[in-house]
């Protein structure tokens, strides 16, 4: 079935397009103003002006440290296996003798890197990590001039990480266990 | 022969070359500039040679105009690999890129483009048909694209080229008869007396408006500026008959559109406003001292920058036509319309002689 769309019929002045060439003239030529004398370009000039991305914005991840400047991660290699692109290699301190830093954890990492040109970014580690020792921050342009500079080792990452606010689990379970060193228990 | 004459032709022919490469390339920058702040944009603003930073204000400020882009462009043009690629017909393929610059340089010579300067009139070549000559040279120009199409061998030039032929030639009908009524009223055909007329009588927008606007729209076309830009058609034709050229050669079919632009635009000047002439402050007498002479270079310019601006500045609104849209405006619109101008400007001649 045909259907007949009504169509507007245009007058002589509107056929001889010149009001719709002024207009759209008008509507350029401002644009060109506001952007030559006002400023009101766009454009965020990158190098100069960065993007301020929102909370929970998942960057680049970094491993954290406690609130007594203590190194959380345990060596478990949770992060390192669930990876996907195979980012994470955990070097754990075997037989070097290594001590954490702190005394109710087994041990630490000897060497953490994260090769940050295979990270994708997933959060699969933030989501796997017992410990809550790795976290993804608001980090997301890294720069280096070769490759061996973009695989980022243990104390840059604990540098660019920061310190963790929030949970403790360990510290809670050390209080309750020299709780109950004391008999009788008082809970 | 005598020498005297060789020696000055020479220097002018430098120096308009010159000045006219120079403003060509600034206007690809001016064109990108303006395209950027319609868009919202800053447009390009990085380029700068090591040694610009010292200098205080003025350094940042043309960097941020883009001021050295131009040369960053043609560096690269210059540095990019000149390919050939298999299947072209190669002696037309070189010749092209020649072909579509050498006509639009050809037709600035004809261009009265200052008064006097040091007892030299400032026009190359100052002919009694200079209009007949422009509008043979401009015909030329439409070869180098079809050449370009053809010689590609590959589809998408070769309908670039078939569609710039067809359109401009369509509109260099519509472009010659709307001249004639100007000339009708002038009563020659040589722009320094055309020039001369306007300093007494008024701008020939004045007397023809119509003849303005069909050779407005007739240089639009013929420039394959958009709306016209049918030639290349990034959208339909992935750039049109330029599309197998790379390096200089690639570089050399914008160099060619944007003097037949600056070309055109120096047509309109002279034609309908004034050429280098002002009514006010004395500058529509020749020269007699060198800044008055160098003045009247500087207005023949400045009123150039106008219709480069408006050139530009109409790419960047207008969407592109239809083919036969095109057509229809070319042959039953301007033509007509053309016609019509010219009967009615001779009758009224006619009854007020």
Not at chain 2, 18 to 45: C, F
Not at chain 2, 102 to 124: E, H
């Amino acid at each position: 079935m045909a259907i007949t769309v009504n169509r507007k019929k245009l007058n002589f002045w509107e056929r001889l397009y010149l009001p719709a060439v002024v207009g759209g003239l008008k509507v350029t030529g401002r644009h060109l103003f506001r952007t030559l004398f006002g400023g009101k370009a766009v454009t965020m000039e990158y190098p100069e002006q960065k993007w301020t991305v929102p909370t929970g914005y998942r960057g680049a991840p970094y491993l954290v440290k406690d609130q007594d400047g203590d190194t959380k991660c345990v060596s478990c290699q949770l992060c390192e296996f669930v990876c996907p692109p195979k980012a994470i290699r955990i070097t754990p301190p075997g037989t070097s003798g290594l001590k954490p830093d702190r005394d109710n954890a087994e041990k630490m990492p000897l060497e953490f890197e994260i090769n940050m040109l295979r990270c994708i970014y997933c959060g699969f580690c933030q989501e796997v990590c017992p410990e809550e020792a790795i976290f993804l921050k608001q980090d997301w342009s890294h720069v280096g001039t070769n490759r061996a500079e973009l695989i980022y080792n243990k104390e840059k990452l604990l540098s660019l990480g920061g310190a963790a606010p929030g949970i403790q689990k360990w510290k809670h379970k050390l209080e309750e266990a020299r709780a109950q060193e004391n008999f009788p228990v008082k809970v | 022969m005598d020498w005297n004459f060789i020696i000055f032709s020479v220097v002018k022919v430098a120096v308009v070359f010159g000045v006219l490469m120079t403003m060509v390339a600034y206007s690809v920058m001016a064109e990108r500039k303006i395209a950027a702040w319609i868009q919202d944009r800053p447009g390009p603003n990085r380029v700068a040679p090591p040694f610009v930073k010292y200098i205080p204000v003025l350094g940042p400020m043309l960097t941020r105009l883009g001021f050295f882009q131009p040369l960053a462009d043609g560096l690269k043009s210059f540095l990019k690999e000149d390919f050939t690629p298999g299947g072209v017909k190669k002696i037309y393929f070189w010749l092209a890129p020649a072909v579509a610059v050498v006509p639009a340089l050809m037709t600035v010579a004809v261009i009265p483009f200052g008064s006097v300067m040091g007892g030299q009139q400032m026009v190359i070549a100052n002919l009694n048909v200079g209009i007949l000559y422009t509008f043979g040279i401009v015909s030329l120009g439409v070869y180098g694209i079809v050449l370009a199409g053809y010689a590609a061998n590959s589809k998408y030039p070769f309908l670039g080229g078939i569609r710039a032929s067809a359109q401009m030639i369509s509109y260099e009908i519509a472009m010659g008869m709307s001249v004639i009524p100007v000339l009708l009223i002038a009563g020659d055909l040589n722009l320094s007396d055309i020039i001369t007329w306007q300093t007494s009588h008024g701008w020939l927008i004045l007397y023809a408006p119509v003849s303005f606007v069909i050779f407005l729209v007739s240089a639009f076309a013929e420039t394959n500026r958009t709306p016209f830009d049918f030639a290349e058609a990034e959208q339909e034709l992935a750039g049109g008959y330029n599309v197998e050229y790379s390096s200089m050669k690639f570089a050399m079919f914008p160099m060619g559109e944007y003097a037949a632009m600056l070309a055109s635009a120096g047509m309109m000047v002279t034609l309908f406003f004034g050429g280098w002439t002002l009514p006010f402050w004395g500058l529509d007498q020749p020269a007699q001292s060198l800044p008055m002479g160098l003045a009247h270079i500087l207005v023949f310019l400045a009123k150039m920058l106008v219709f480069m601006v408006v050139f530009i500045w109409v790419r960047w609104m207008f969407p592109r036509f239809r083919y036969d849209q095109l057509m229809d405006l070319g042959w039953r619109r301007f033509l007509p319309l053309a016609l019509a101008n010219i009967l009615i400007t001779a009758i009224v001649l006619w009854i007020r002689s």
